[in-house]
């Protein structure tokens, strides 16, 4: 009885988020037409993607965030600081701040290279540049239209099917896939053959030149590799990582999900690690999910470290460099 009574529910929202997604459209198209695009003192690469969820933003970021720390380019990331409780621009300390307070991706990003969590894309990548910064990397900024990018690099998750997906709220697009790729100057498609090659078929058709295939490779400790494991997550797809563990042939024996950016309370980390410790097993999580963590669970808990891994980046790369004289 419960699910037609769900169905029913739909039935009778449909014409109201139909409406509200024509109207999202609708701004959307307005912002990109009469948006300022200002010109910011520095070259502003932007790292962006069409939905709500993760496709991998944040490990592009920190792989091109890496690639100019190798190419002594002073690169800083802007970032909007999603769940954390700043207003203002705040430049990212990961000594003193905590997750709570910058947000748990600009945390995390903050190990690799220098971060700026600010509302206002403007007032970041200016503090940035006051701060001698000679870029910007721009998390998620693809559908901001107040600022001018010198490369727009969209990411996309090849495992989502955005074929039939609709715009939000009906579904889970920010905007038309079509329009979003149309701005992109890179189009990073992360997943494995298989579905980097549907995505290269379907939604990439005529945009040859614009395409990244990469892949997520873990590394596993040893010590993981021969026990039972408890995995936790609160990521866009909690799935995604639930698959990679098992892809590995790990031992998996309970998986819990949580929503995307979620902060652990201490009755939620017990009940985790009082059943791995009940079944002799050890508790695994992403990185993002580590950075949250306190310190008294932390010595229980392993992180799986996932770094990105790009084919055919030459020309992305060779476009990077040339922002940087």
Known sequence: MLPFFNNLGKICLYPILYLLSLVWIIAHRLRIKYGRYEKMPIPVVCIGNITLGGAGKTPTVIFLANYFKKNNIKAHVVSRGYGGAFKDTVFVDPRTHSAYQVGDEPLLISQYAKVWVSKKKKEGIL?????????????????????????????????????????????NLRESALLAIDRANFLISIGDSVSNKNLRETIFQNHNQKIIDGKFVPNIIPKLNKRKLVAFCGIGRPEKFFSMLRKLNLEIIKEYSFPDHHFYSNRQLTKISDFATKNNALVVTTEKDFIKIPLTFKKNIYPIDIELHLSKNKNLLLELKKLVP
């Open 127 to 171: 503090e940035a540049y006051k701060a001698g910064a000679e870029l910007v990397l721009l998390d998620d900024g693809h559908q901001n239209f107040s600022i001018a990018k010198d490369v727009n690099i969209l990411v996309f998750d090849a495992e989502v099917n955005l074929k039939n997906e609709n715009i939000f709220p009906l579904g």
